[in-house]
T-cell receptor
C-alpha cells in the first residue's frame, strides 16, 4: 500500500528566503506526482504535476523535482513571499487515479 | 476558471439530520469522481469512489449506509451524510480526475459542522 510522507510538518521562514519542501513515497511505481496548495478552510489548488517520465517541472517561482527510484520529490520555492503561506500537499495516484496524500507542510512566511 | 464546482461551501446542521453535498464537473464528463474527508490538522483521506451508472466503492472503515453517494450523470456526483453526528463534522472535498492519468481537479470543499 502506498504511503506518502512530508517533512517538515511545519516551516517558518523570513520573507525572501528560498526553501525546499520534501515528499517521499513508498511505492515507486507511480504515474505522476502532484503538488497542491491549500489555504486555511479552502479547497486544493494544483501547483505542479510531474509525470513519471519527467525529472522536474517549473512554474514561476516554483520548481518540483521527482526521483522515482528513490521515492522522493521536492518542491523548491524561490524568493518566498508572505502570500506563499499555506499548507503544501503532495499526492500520488494509487490504482484508478485516487490520490494518496502526504500529511502536508504548513508554511509560514514572515514579513 | 473553476473546473469543479462543489456546493455548499459551508453547512451547519443539527445532529440527526441529513446533508447533501454536490460536486459538478464543469469542463468535461467524468465517469469517476472521488470524495475525500479531511479532519482538522490532518491530511485528506479518500472516502469513496463515485462511479457513474453503478454503485460507489467505499474505502475500508467508511460506512456506505451513512455516506450515500449518487453519481446521477456524467457531470454530477452527490454525497449525502445521513443522520449526521458531531463526529461527522469535517471538511469534505470532491475530486475529478482529468482523463488519462493526468491532473486531478478539486472542488472548493464543504465545511460540515454538526451541532
Amino acid at each position: 500500500k502506498q504511503e506518502v510522507t512530508q517533512i517538515p510538518a511545519a516551516l517558518s521562514v523570513p520573507e525572501g528566503e528560498n526553501l525546499v519542501l520534501n515528499c517521499s513515497f513508498t511505492d515507486s511505481a507511480i504515474y505522476n506526482l502532484q503538488w497542491f496548495r491549500q489555504d486555511p478552510g479552502k479547497g486544493l489548488t494544483s501547483l505542479l504535476l510531474i509525470q513519471s517520465s519527467q525529472r522536474e517541472q517549473t512554474s514561476g517561482r516554483l520548481n518540483a523535482s521527482l526521483d522515482k527510484s528513490s521515492g522522493r520529490s521536492t518542491l523548491y520555492i524561490a524568493a518566498s513571499q508572505p502570500g506563499d503561506s499555506a499548507t503544501y500537499l503532495c499526492a500520488v495516484p494509487e490504482g484508478a487515479q485516487k490520490l494518496v496524500f502526504g500529511q502536508g507542510t504548513r508554511l509560514t512566511i514572515n514579513p | 476558471g473553476a473546473v469543479v464546482s462543489q456546493h455548499p461551501s459551508r453547512v451547519i446542521c443539527k445532529s440527526g439530520t441529513s446533508v447533501k453535498i454536490e460536486c459538478r464537473s464543469l469542463d468535461f464528463q467524468a465517469t469517476t469522481m472521488f470524495w475525500y474527508r479531511q479532519f482538522p490538522k490532518q491530511s485528506l483521506m479518500l472516502m469513496a469512489t463515485s462511479n457513474e451508472g453503478s454503485k460507489a466503492t467505499y474505502e475500508q472503515g467508511v460506512e456506505k449506509d451513512k455516506f450515500l453517494i449518487n453519481h446521477a450523470s456524467l457531470t454530477l456526483s452527490t454525497l449525502t451524510v445521513t443522520s449526521a453526528h458531531p463526529e461527522d463534522s469535517s471538511f469534505y472535498i470532491c475530486s475529478v480526475p482529468f482523463p488519462g492519468f493526468s491532473e486531478a481537479f478539486f472542488g472548493q470543499g464543504t465545511r460540515l459542522t454538526v451541532v
